[in-house]
């Protein structure tokens, strides 16, 4: 008999999401263990032994992992169902067998680059804030932002109370009443771009998102995906950067 484990990582293991997504799961009461509702996170599972279940499907060991790069487009959500009926975007999704999730998230009005798996520890190796896995967005931004500004962003600003870690940016264009900025983060909080352009009095008017580490969309339109290689994966834990810094 396999050796017992904590169910938000047998959840994981299963491909249902992340570790840290699991135990969201949990705490919604939506994981059953033979029959009965766990919201508790010290519960151990012994695969084989005991039936689990999520959403009241039953939780079985996916046989292989997948790896999918989406061009999410505007209007879908991230999350896997929406109380609220929008689309979600594996529904984008056709002939794909395997139960995959979101690595992450976009806003509903953020386009470009999503990561989908059933490999949960890949999901919390890329999630996970030790690893630094770089996001790279292009973002279009009321205004023209002052070189200060811009420096601002680069060096760290206060948000929430926590300090944002150094950004890397490139401005791309600068229009009559909007500019296009490039800007990498390695952090992965909610909203964040948005937040740090509005804290610098120059709001996100859309914003797409180019590249994990260097996994970039490559040619791949709007509301298509591809199944990726290895090799592709490596190109996401690269902290190699994609343009030139600005002042640098
Ligand atoms: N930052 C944001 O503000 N929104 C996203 O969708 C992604 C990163």
């Given amino acids: ?5 904590r169910l938000q990582k047998y959840l994981s293991r299963c491909g249902i999401a992340s570790r840290r997504k699991a135990e969201e799961y949990i705490a919604q009461g939506r994981v059953k263990v033979d029959g009965k509702v766990i919201t508790s996170m010290g519960q151990q599972i012994t ?19 997948i790896y999918i790069l989406l061009n999410k487009p505007k209007g879908y959500v991230t999350t896997l169902s929406d109380p609220q009926g929008r689309p979600i975007v594996t529904s984008l999704l056709s002939g794909i ?3 995959v999730y979101p690595v992450g998230r976009l806003d509903l009005d953020t386009e470009g680059a999503l990561l989908l798996t059933n490999d949960g520890d890949l999901a919390q190796s890329i999630l996970h804030p030790s690893h630094e896995v770089t996001k790279t967005y292009e973002a279009e931004v009321k205004g023209q932002p002052a ?17 944002t870690a150094p950004a890397r940016i490139q401005v791309k264009r600068r ?9 990498t983060i390695h952090e992965g909080r ?4 948005k937040k740090m352009f509005q804290a610098i009095g120059h709001p996100v008017i859309s914003l797409k998102r ?9 040619g ?17 834990f690269s902290n190699k950067f994609l343009y030139k810094h600005e002042n640098s």
């Fill in 47 to 65: 695969p084989g032994k005991q039936k689990v279940y999520f959403d009241n499907k039953e939780v079985t060991a996916e046989e292989q992992f």
């Fill in 147 to 163: 070189s200060a500004a811009i420096q601002r962003l680069q060096k760290g600003i206060l948000l929430e109370k926590k300090m």
């Fill in 220 to 236: 791949l339109s709007i509301g298509k995906y591809k199944i990726l290689q290895k090799k592709d994966l490596q190109k996401i």
């Fill in 210 to 218: 180019l590249a994990y580490g260097k996994l970039t969309l490559d």
């Fill in 190 to 193: 909610k909203r964040q771009v």
């Fill in 97 to 99: 067998q395997e139960r």
């Fill in 1 to 5: 008999m396999a050796s017992p484990l």
């Fill in 175 to 183: 229009g009559k009443k909007t500019t296009v900025m490039v800007i």
